[in-house]
């Protein structure tokens, strides 16, 4: 497996992944720690994004929400690239 394909899959695996801590931001925003604890304060406050009895975590679907796209969309343009079908 190359390491292009190694990115892909880690960056699916994310995807499947229904909330986000602030490690998971960094991974996904490639940003410090900071920045990622800022974008899921911002994401909680904007897109409803908070998470009952976690709140270290964030909605998925928040985070994708503050960059414009949805968990639906991604999903489908990783599982295209990985030569996965929705049903796998």
């Known amino acids: ?19 986000w801590s602030y490690k998971e931001i960094m991974a996904w925003c490639y940003v410090s720690k900071t920045t990622a604890i800022k974008i899921k304060d911002m994401a909680i406050k904007e897109n409803d994004g908070g998470v009952q009895y976690g709140s270290h975590l964030v909605k998925t679907d928040a985070v994708l929400a503050y960059y414009g796209t949805t968990r639906e969309k991604e999903l489908k343009l990783y599982r295209d690239m990985l030569g996965i ?3 796998d």
Not at 1 to 8: A, C, Y
């Open 85 to 87: 079908n929705e049903n």
């Open 1 to 19: 497996m190359s390491n292009v394909t190694k990115e892909i899959r880690k960056t699916f695996e994310l995807l499947i992944k229904p909330t």
